[in-house]
T-cell receptor, first 113, second 115 residues
Framework: AQTVTQSQPEMSVQEAETVTLSCTYD???????LFWYKQPPSRQMILVIR??????QNATENRFSVNFQKAAKSFSLKISDSQLGDAAMYFC??????????FGDGTTLTVKP | GAVVSQHPSWVICKSGTSVKIECRSL??????MFWYRQFPKQSLMLMAT?????????EQGVEKDKFLINHASLTLSTLTVTSAHPEDSSFYIC???????????FGSGTRLTVV
């Protein structure tokens, strides 16, 4: 069974600084997708960034980038120039093909002004 | 694009009654939708996969008779919590795969309180 592990229940960062959230996963599949979602207090799940496993290049979306290490099954999220609005719970997720997603336990990010 | 609408946003019901939650894909067709349950400050736990025109696939430990799922069209899936009890109180979220570049899109969730 696929598993997703987020080893950091809580993280904090100073506004304008950079923070990295960790995620590891386990799978025997070769074709899959990895995601980072943000869940603010409203509890709406928001897609932050997506990585296709077959792509070697790390995905980036403005201030958000990932470090995808396929062999190590690691998928970390880097948030640069952190803003107060980045404070939320972040979930790492895995999905094979078009199937169901498996989520990590989440990391609560606090941004200090 | 790729919007999923979930209703109601919150609902309070009495023990023993049934509650229906709707999940609609507004601008795309979703042959598959997913239903999750989330407790406060915890992760999303998949309850079932809803397939248009066929029976839902339930995860181990989820009571099929309590959580009825119907996916009658390509844009609508419903979750009915039957004979609700206080322990069913939770946050329920639906999701659909909208294809690239959107990936999986989530509804805004339903907070169910059973009193």
């Amino acid at each position: 069974a696929q598993t997703v592990t987020q080893s950091q229940p809580e993280m904090s960062v100073q506004e304008a600084e950079t923070v990295t959230l960790s995620c590891t996963y386990d799978t025997s599949e070769s074709d899959y997708y990895l995601f980072w979602y943000k869940q603010p207090p409203s509890r709406q799940m928001i897609l932050v960034i997506r990585q296709e496993a077959y792509k070697q290049q790390n995905a980036t979306e403005n201030r958000f980038s990932v470090n995808f290490q396929k062999a190590a099954k690691s998928f970390s999220l880097k948030i640069s120039d952190s803003q107060l609005g980045d404070a939320a719970m972040y979930f790492c997720a895995y999905a094979a093909n078009a199937g169901k997603s498996t989520f990590g336990d989440g990391t609560t990010l606090t941004v200090k002004p | 694009g790729a919007v999923v609408s979930q209703h109601p946003s919150w609902v309070i019901c009495k023990s023993g009654t049934s509650v229906k939650i709707e999940c609609r894909s507004l601008d795309f067709q979703a042959t598959t939708m997913f239903w999750y349950r989330q407790f406060p400050k915890q992760s999303l736990m998949l309850m079932a996969t809803s397939n248009e025109g066929s029976k839902a696939t339930y995860e181990q430990g989820v009571e099929k008779d309590k959580f009825l799922i119907n996916h009658a069209s390509l844009t609508l899936s419903t979750l009915t919590v039957t004979s609700a009890h206080p322990e069913d109180s939770s946050f329920y979220i639906c999701s659909a795969r909208a294809g690239l570049p959107h990936g999986y899109t989530f509804g805004s969730g339903t907070r169910l309180t059973v009193v």
